[in-house]
C-alpha cells in the first residue's frame, strides 16, 4: 500500500464517519432533543466525531490485513426522553447513520457504473471504489445488534421488556464483546460482513439493471 492510497483511505473514512454522526445528531435535532448540537456535534469538525480507535485505527488495521474496513465514531449525546415517539425517536436516530453511509455507498457505486467520466485507473475511480466499500463496511458493521452499536438501538424498540433490561446490563460490556468478536474470531466475522456486502452490492445492480 502506497502512501496515496493510504491517505485517501484515510480521507474517505473520516468524510464518511463525519456524516454518519452528524446524521445521527440532526435526526436528534428534528425529533426535539437538541443535546447533540449544545454538545458541538452538529459540526463538519470531523475532530468533533472521531474516536481515535473507532474510527481511525480499527479501520486501518482492518483495511491493511485484506478484510473489510469497519469501525464506529465517538457515540452523539441523544436524550431519549427528549426525542417525539422516545423510544421508537431512539431507532430513528440509531437508523440514521448506516442509512447515511449505504446512502454514501450507492451514490458512489452510481458514479462508478454509470458515469462515462470516471477511468479505472484514476484518483477519482480509487476514491470512489473506497467510498463504496467503506461506507458498506461501516454500515453493516453499525447495524450488528450488540450494544452500543446503532443495531442494537433498533433491535430494542422491538424486544420485550426482558430482553430490553438484558440489553441495558450489557451494554457497558458490548463494546469489549465487539472487540472479542473482532480480535478472536476476525476470519468468521470478516466472512459474514463480506457476504452481507457482497448481497447489498447485488441489490445495487440489481437497482441499475444489471
Known amino acids: 500500500m502506497n502512501i496515496l492510497g493510504i491517505l485517501i483511505i484515510v480521507a ?9 454522526e452528524l446524521a445521527h445528531g440532526g435526526v436528534a435535532y428534528l425529533l426535539g432533543d437538541t443535546t447533540a448540537k449544545e454538545d458541538g456535534r452538529l459540526t463538519f469538525n470531523p475532530l468533533r ?12 488495521i482492518s483495511y491493511l490485513m485484506g478484510g473489510i474496513v469497519f469501525g464506529g465514531a465517538k457515540p452523539v449525546p441523544v436524550n431519549p426522553h427528549n426525542l417525539k415517539g422516545k423510544e421508537w425517536g431512539m431507532a430513528a ?7 447515511v453511509n449505504f446512502l454514501l455507498a450507492f451514490l458512489s457505486f452510481l458514479v462508478i457504473e ?10 477519482i475511480y480509487t476514491v470512489l471504489l473506497q467510498m463504496v466499500f467503506v461506507n458498506l463496511g461501516f454500515g453493516v458493521f453499525n447495524l450488528i445488534p450488540i450494544p452500543p452499536l446503532d443495531g442494537s438501538r433498533v433491535l430494542f424498540v422491538l424486544m420485550p421488556d426482558g430482553v430490553r433490561e438484558f440489553m441495558r446490563k450489557m451494554e ?23 457476504g452481507v456486502i457482497n448481497e447489498i452490492l447485488n441489490g445495487f445492480y440489481w437497482i441499475i439493471g444489471r
Not at 474517505?12 to 454518519?20: D, E, G, K, Q, R
Not at 466525531?49 to 486501518?60: A, G, K, N, T, V
Not at 457497558?172 to 463480506?194: E, H, Q
Open 114 to 123: 454509470l458515469g462515462n467520466v470516471v477511468q479505472s485507473d484514476g484518483i
Open 93 to 99: 436516530v440509531a437508523i440514521a447513520g448506516p442509512l
Open 49 to 60: 466525531h472521531l474516536d481515535p480507535f473507532m474510527s481511525l485505527i480499527l479501520p486501518l
Open 172 to 194: 457497558p460490556v458490548g463494546i469489549y464483546i465487539i472487540y472479542m468478536l473482532i480480535l478472536v474470531g476476525g476470519g468468521v466475522f470478516s466472512s459474514v460482513v463480506t
Open 12 to 20: 474517505v473514512i473520516v468524510f464518511s464517519m463525519m456524516l454518519h
